[in-house]
């Protein structure tokens, strides 16, 4: 019988580097819950090792955008927040981060004014910046990351 050995050796000693290489550490896939009971009204979000991310959340009421300029706006899109942070297990309370869009800078103050006064304290870190357009007929977008609190 013919038998190949330097090819048998090359084989084993594969086979041997093989099982002796070490087992490389992964790391763990997060286990990620999104977030979308609130239908239409709402974004959703995705919720993840402790920590809640919202969509970009527009001023939306049942599926239709509210009238009534930044401010009312701006009090839609923090209450339409607070909705998906309770459904994540937690609260503006624990928002830790947030980033505000605006379509444009001269709603700025107007905006910080509905903020400062719905959210409590500490504020959470925030970006603010001006896009120029948005995805829809509305003038401001929110995203939240809050942690979510062991009870
Ligand atoms: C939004 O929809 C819910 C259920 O569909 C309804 O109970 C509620 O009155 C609506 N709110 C507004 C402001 O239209
Ligand atoms: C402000 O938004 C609310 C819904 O959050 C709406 O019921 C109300 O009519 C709006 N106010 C104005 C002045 O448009
Ligand atoms: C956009 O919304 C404003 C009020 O917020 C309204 O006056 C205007 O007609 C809307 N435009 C469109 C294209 O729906």
Redesign the pocket.
């Known amino acids: 019988m013919f038998l190949n050995l330097p090819f048998l050796t090359a084989f084993l000693s594969c086979l041997a580097c093989v099982l002796a290489s070490p087992v490389k550490a992964r790391a763990p896939v997060p286990a990620v819950t999104y977030l979308g009971s609130q239908g239409r009204i709402l974004s959703g979000g995705a919720a993840a090792k402790g920590l809640v991310y919202t969509a970009g959340t527009v001023?939306s009421?049942n599926g239709t955008i509210?009238?009534?300029?930044i401010r009312?706006e701006t009090?839609?899109v923090i209450?339409n927040i607070a909705a998906i942070l309770e459904e994540g297990g937690t609260s503006w309370e624990y928002v830790l981060k947030t980033t505000v869009y605006l379509a444009t800078m001269d709603d700025y103050a107007a905006m910080n004014e509905v903020y400062a006064a719905m959210l409590p304290n500490p504020k959470p870190a925030r970006t603010a910046v001006e896009v120029g357009q948005l995805p829809g007929n509305f003038s401001v977008e929110i995203e939240a990351i809050a942690a979510i609190p062991e009870i």
């Not at 509210?66 to 300029?69: A, F, I, L, M, T």
């Open positions: 001023p009421l509210v009238s009534g300029g009312n009090a839609q209450r």
